[in-house]
C-alpha cells in the first residue's frame, strides 16, 4: 500500500493551523497513524487509529479520515512543533510510511 | 521508565553480515511485538521487519526478505536482527519500536544505531 503525503513541505508561523494531508493508494479503513520526528530524534508517535492522541501528546493535535484519506491538524503551532511528520498504514503488512512533510517556520 | 537502546551498528563491506541489538526495559518485554525501522540519510522511514510477543511469529520488508533475519531473547529482554549479504541500499540509522497493540503501530522507539555499507 503507498501513502502519499501533501504538502512536502509547509511554511506557516506560530499561532497558525495547519492540516497535512495522507493518501493511501486502497482503502485502509482508519488504519492510520502520524508520528513526528525532530532532527537527530527518533520518531514521536502522535496519533494511532486516525484519531486516537497517545499519552502525552498535546491536545493541539487532531486527526480525521478514513478509507483512503486523512489528516492531521495542529492547532496554534507551536515553536516545538516545526518538525517532519510521518503517516503510517497498519492495516496490511508491510507497513508502510509516507514520505513525509516538513514543517518549517516562516 | 520504557527505554530501548540499540547498538551493533558500524561499518561494513557489501555482502558482508551484521548483528544489531535492542536492549529494552521498562516494561514487559514478552508481552509486546516489536518491529525494526529504517531511515536512510536524508530519507524518511521504512518499516523492515516485526516479530510477535513470543518470537513464533515475524514478517519482514520485500527488501529484506531472505537476507535478514529478527528474532528476540525473552529471558535478556533483548530484540535482535541479523543481516546478511549486506548492500549499498542497507545504510541507515536502524531504530527498535515497541509495538503497543502487535497492530503494527509504534510507542517507543530506540535512539537508532547507524549501518553503513560501503566499500
Known amino acids: 500500500i503507498q501513502m502519499t503525503q501533501s504538502p512536502s513541505s509547509l511554511s506557516a508561523s506560530v499561532g497558525d493551523r495547519v492540516t497535512i494531508t495522507c493518501r493511501a493508494s486502497?482503502?485502509?479503513?482508519?488504519?492510520l497513524n502520524w508520528y513526528q520526528q525532530k532532527p537527530g530524534k527518533a520518531p514521536n508517535l502522535l496519533i494511532y487509529?486516525?484519531?486516537s492522541l497517545q499519552g502525552g501528546v498535546p491536545s493541539r493535535f487532531s486527526g480525521s479520515g478514513s478509507g483512503t484519506d486523512f489528516t492531521l491538524t495542529i492547532s496554534d503551532l507551536q515553536p516545538e512543533d516545526f518538525a517532519v511528520y510521518y503517516c503510517?498504514?497498519?492495516?496490511?503488512?508491510?507497513?508502510?510510511f509516507g514520505q513525509g512533510t516538513k514543517l518549517e517556520i516562516k | 521508565e520504557v527505554q530501548m537502546v540499540e547498538s551493533g551498528g558500524g561499518w561494513v563491506q557489501p555482502g558482508g553480515s551484521l548483528r544489531l541489538s535492542c536492549a529494552a526495559s521498562?516494561?514487559?518485554?514478552?508481552?509486546?511485538?516489536m518491529s525494526w525501522v529504517r531511515q536512510a540519510p536524508g530519507k524518511g522511514l521504512e518499516w523492515v521487519s516485526h516479530?510477535?510477543?513470543?518470537?513464533?511469529?515475524?514478517y519482514y520488508a520485500d527488501s529484506v526478505t531472505g537476507r535478514f533475519t529478527v528474532f528476540r531473547d525473552n529471558t535478556k529482554n533483548t530484540l535482535y536482527l541479523e543481516m546478511n549479504s549486506l548492500r549499498a541500499d542497507d545504510t541507515a540509522v536502524y531504530y527498535c519500536?515497541?509495538?503497543?497493540?502487535?497492530?503494527?503501530?509504534?510507542?517507543?522507539w530506540g535512539q537508532g544505531t547507524l549501518v553503513t555499507v560501503s566499500s
Open positions: 486502497q482503502s485502509i479503513s482508519r488504519s
Open positions: 519500536a515497541k509495538d503497543p497493540m502487535g497492530w503494527g503501530y509504534f510507542d517507543y
Open positions: 516479530i510477535s510477543g513470543s518470537g513464533g511469529s515475524t
Open positions: 487509529t486516525t484519531s
Open positions: 503510517q498504514q497498519n492495516y496490511n503488512n508491510p507497513y508502510t
Open positions: 521498562g516494561f514487559t518485554f514478552t508481552h509486546y511485538a
